[in-house]
């Protein structure tokens, strides 16, 4: 008996050009060095950009990011910053896509602060009361020769989610060599390019951030109410249990 011929969906790929995408590479390598995340970053982009939807990069090692907590630290003494120009990049995008490497099982210092300057941030509100990034979408992507991929993106996907970005369902993809000293993803023979369990996740992080991106955008983003911090300063309570009224 012949074997039933697989078959495959072939209904038309939704159209994503009204989406923009903007990954920040959190490696501690400056251009022109070859970054080996950036390796794994330039095949999500690749997909995103079959969609239809416009991508950039941001190498954040290679900006004047100062330490702080304020989005704009030369108003704190801070002789420059740059923050204030990639805050302004970030928030034109739908989709933000933190990646970066792990170090000793944890995440770059430079993802940390970036994440730190995204939060220094976080008081700014949208013109609907909300925090300002309501309404967008993010991702995580990881390399390394270590472990520490799942536990990297759980803190830059709690952090995300915590600002108020939106998490698709699987919003995280990476790779790993062998544990100790070893070729890293771009290097010859690594086998990370060709890695199917990676490049499946890659594909699917990179779909779920447009399609849940396409969905707020498209939507309206998140519905405003029970979540303005304007209205809660002053005085709604959203149907919260009054205390003071039993």
Same mark, same amino acid.
């Given at each position: 008996?012949?074997?039933?011929?697989?078959?495959?969906?072939?209904?038309?790929?939704?159209?994503?050009?009204?989406?923009?995408?903007?990954?920040?590479?959190?490696?501690?390598?400056?251009?022109?060095?070859?970054?080996?995340?950036?390796?794994?970053?330039? /095949?999500?982009?690749?997909?995103?950009?079959?969609?239809?939807?416009?991508?950039?990069? &941001?190498?954040?090692?290679?900006?004047? &990011?100062?330490?702080?907590?304020?989005?704009?630290?030369?108003?704190?003494?801070?002789?420059?910053?740059?923050?204030?120009?990639?805050?302004?990049? &970030?928030?034109?995008?739908?989709?933000?896509?933190?990646?970066?490497?792990?170090?000793?099982?944890?995440?770059?210092?430079? @993802? /940390?602060?970036? &994440?730190?300057?995204?939060?220094?941030?976080?008081?700014?509100?949208?013109?609907?009361?909300?925090?300002?990034?309501?309404?967008?979408?993010?991702?995580?992507?990881?390399?390394?020769?270590?472990?520490?991929? /799942?536990?990297?993106? @759980?803190?830059?996907?709690?952090?995300?989610?915590?600002?108020?970005?939106?998490?698709?369902?699987?919003?995280?993809?990476?790779?790993?060599?062998?544990?100790?000293?070893?070729?890293?993803?771009?290097?010859?023979?690594?086998?990370?390019?060709?890695?199917?369990?990676?490049?499946?996740?890659?594909?699917? @992080?990179?779909?779920?951030? @447009?399609?849940?991106?396409?969905?707020?955008?498209?939507?309206?983003?998140?519905?405003?109410?029970?979540?303005?911090?304007?209205?809660?300063?002053?005085?709604?309570?959203?149907?919260?249990?009054?205390?003071?009224?039993?």
């Amino acid at each position: 008996m012949a074997d039933t011929p697989q078959t495959f969906d072939t209904a038309q790929p939704p159209d994503y050009g009204d989406l923009t995408a903007v990954y920040v590479n959190c490696t501690l390598k400056r251009s022109p060095e070859t970054s080996n995340t950036e390796g794994l970053i330039d /095949k999500s982009r690749a997909v995103m950009a079959a969609a239809g939807a416009r991508t950039s990069l &941001i190498r954040a090692v290679d900006h004047d &990011i100062a330490t702080g907590v304020w989005p704009d630290m030369t108003e704190h003494g801070w002789e420059s910053d740059q923050w204030p120009v990639l805050y302004s990049q &970030i928030m034109d995008a739908d989709i933000l896509v933190l990646c970066g490497p792990v170090w000793l099982g944890d995440n770059s210092s430079v @993802m /940390k602060r970036v &994440i730190e300057r995204l939060y220094a941030c976080s008081s700014i509100l949208n013109d609907q009361g909300q925090y300002a990034f309501y309404g967008r979408v993010g991702g995580a992507l990881i390399t390394g020769n270590e472990d520490g991929v /799942k536990h990297c993106a @759980m803190n830059i996907l709690y952090s995300l989610q915590h600002l108020g970005y939106a998490i698709p369902p699987q919003a995280d993809a990476g790779w790993m060599g062998e544990a100790g000293p070893g070729p890293s993803y771009l290097d010859p023979g690594s086998g990370g390019p060709e890695n199917d369990f990676t490049n499946r996740n890659t594909a699917f @992080m990179s779909w779920n951030l @447009m399609h849940l991106a396409a969905l707020l955008k498209r939507g309206g983003g998140i519905p405003a109410h029970g979540n303005q911090r304007s209205l809660w300063d002053a005085g709604c309570r959203f149907d919260f249990p009054n205390p003071e009224h039993r």
